[in-house]
């Protein structure tokens, strides 16, 4: 019986692992998506208002865009190790082309101020 106990634990402690490991994905997207949102607004406002300060700080931004995309691939592949469900399956694909998508914005964010 207790077999069967430290397997039903170690099954929960795994899920739970997971789990959180999901959530930060989802986290990582989220601050991606408001990062790239930022910036593009802020490359319209430079383009507007020909702010080539606006407009570094913009290229700055892209830089940290491009990282979060780098740390939810990274993500997603440890992710993806550990075999998950068809539902998390997903999500976790889902995140890689949202996370693309999101920095190929965020490159044209950088072209839209520097015009």
Same mark, same amino acid.
């Given at each position: 019986?207790?077999?069967? /106990? ?6 929960f ?8 490991? @999901? /959530?930060?994905?989802? &986290? ?7 990062h790239? &949102?930022? %910036? ?5 406002? %430079? @383009? ?5 300060? @606006? ?7 892209? #830089? ?9 691939? /990274? ?12 539902? /998390?399956?997903? @999500? ?10 999101? #920095?190929?914005?965020?490159? #044209?964010?950088?072209?839209? %101020? %520097?015009?």
């Open positions: 019986m207790a077999i069967t /106990d430290d397997s039903a634990i170690l099954a402690v795994m899920d739970s692992h997971f789990e959180k490991q @999901l /959530d930060t994905i989802r &986290e990582h997207v989220l601050k991606m998506a408001s790239t &949102e930022a %910036a593009l607004h802020q490359a319209m406002q %430079a @383009l507007i208002q020909r702010d080539s300060d @606006l407009a570094s700080h913009v290229k700055q931004s892209d #830089e940290i865009i491009d990282q979060f995309e780098v740390k939810i691939d /990274d993500l997603v592949v440890q992710q993806l190790t550990k075999a998950p469900l068809a539902t /998390d399956l997903r @999500l976790v694909t889902a995140a890689i082309k949202i996370s693309h998508n999101l #920095e190929r914005i965020g490159d #044209e964010a950088t072209q839209i %101020a %520097a015009a």
